[in-house]
């Protein structure tokens, strides 16, 4: 766990200390994509892992008490629909299940608020599971009722590519695509279940059309806000407000690119710069797809640390202090998206640096029913309003 920062608070009884206050706080992850480690790379869970950004061991050291599993299926690799991308989920939610069989010592899968509250109790970590993408469903209605009877508990309509029931903010066709009649049953379909729906990565089109047709919470698993770092993937501020008027959460990134000022831009012209070093690495690399995605994902990031600007826990904190202000502090938590990108900040760079985050919430005036709220309080609160 990072030291640093220790010495700002001086705590006047031991119970003020912020990491006493950190670790009584149920601390839930919305998003994190690390069973794809697990799967693609064979990494040990329970083992300090030297790269990467979750384990177990890391998990403990920085409180965290409830981890979303992100279920994600690259559609570049796996296809946007068809058995492949079926299959491609299935896989990541059985690895997910395999850990908590092998290890209960440490996690204990759950679906429900109550669950994640008795993990907690019981020195757990609680193991949930979200669809991101929507891609696995395969364009049929019966499948959302069958993830949902597996553990998932959110899904979002689309990643960086739109499906053909809902648009993404990451492709061209996103712009002008909402959900269709279909989509809208889907959203219908998981308001009936108690599945959440999740608006990161979705288009802004796609996301009104989920506020205005859901009757249930909605939440931003991992998104931040585009008044202050303005791409496609944040939040406007009429976005925050008419999803806190569903009753929902807005669970803030950690990644530098949707929180920083200026670096998408900044990444976006190193990305062209490295591009030869990226292919070079793809190419060299004998095994496959996923192999040589790995192989790229490695040239990232090592470049982007060295060459892209140092972005700290306090941008994350601004981003929650933007939400505050616009919506109150019920309507916010975390989402980091560990493992599920290149670049994280320097000194929230793993999850054993979340009490850093407490420190930094503390350090600016959150109470700390205030930090546990946001922490995840206000999460369990959406989930028992599903
Ligand atoms: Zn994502």
Known sequence: MSQQNQTQNVPSKPQDDPLAIHYRAIAIDMHADTVQRVLDEHVDLQQQLTDGHLDAVRAKAGGLDAQFFSIWVEPQLFGSTGPRAVKRADDQIAAVRALAEKHPETWQMATTADQVRQAAENGKIAALLGLEGGYAIDERFENVERYYRMGVRYMSPAWSISTSWA???????????????????????????????????????????????????????????????????????????ALAKTGGVVNVIFYPEHIEPGWSQKKKQLDSEIAPLVKQASDSEPGDAVRKKLARDRVRTEQYGRRLPAVTVSRVVDHIDHIVKLVGVDHVGIGSDFDGVQATTADLATVADLPNLTRELLRRGYSESDVAKILGGNMLRVMEEQ
Do not use: Q, Y
Not at 179 to 193: A, P, Q
Not at 217 to 238: E, F, G, Q, Y
């Open 167 to 241: 648009g993404s903010s990451g492709d061209d066709v996103g712009a002008t695509r909402g959900l269709n009649d279909f989509g809208k049953s889907v959203v219908r379909e998981m308001n009936r279940l108690g599945m959440m729906v999740d608006v990161s990565h979705v288009s802004d089109k796609t996301f009104w059309d989920i506020v205005n047709t859901s009757t249930k919470p909605v939440v931003a698993t991992h998104s931040a806000c585009r008044a202050i770092a303005d791409v496609p993937r944040n939040l406007t501020d009429d976005m925050i407000k």
